[in-house]
């Protein structure tokens, strides 16, 4: 009976804030279609892709520069890059 006590205290908090916030966002999310939420996903993926782009190219030139990765693990990583970045332009491509 103890645990179940210390469960609700610990938890009791942040359960409640969660259903407060879930019933008070379900409107906005349910007027907005399915094209919309894939739209907002891939414009949060096109304004994240440039910094995770140079942070991966400069560990990897930090590792080759130390020669702990290898020519080919970094045209691998580059040429992945390469793809993340011109994922849209090859989408637009295909569509078209």
């Keep these: 009976m103890k645990s179940i006590a210390s469960f609700t205290n610990r938890m009791g908090a942040p359960l409640s804030i969660a259903l407060v916030l879930l019933l008070g966002f379900t409107s906005p999310a349910a007027a907005a279609g399915f094209t919309d939420f894939l739209n907002n996903v891939v414009n949060e993926f096109n304004s994240a892709r440039r ?46």
């Design 51 to 96: 910094p995770l782009a140079l942070i991966a190219v400069m560990i990897v030139g930090a590792l080759y520069m130390f020669n702990v990765i290898d020519m080919r693990r970094t045209g691998q990583v580059i040429v992945g890059v390469i793809v993340i970045f011109a994922s849209g332009e090859i989408l637009d491509l295909i569509i078209a």
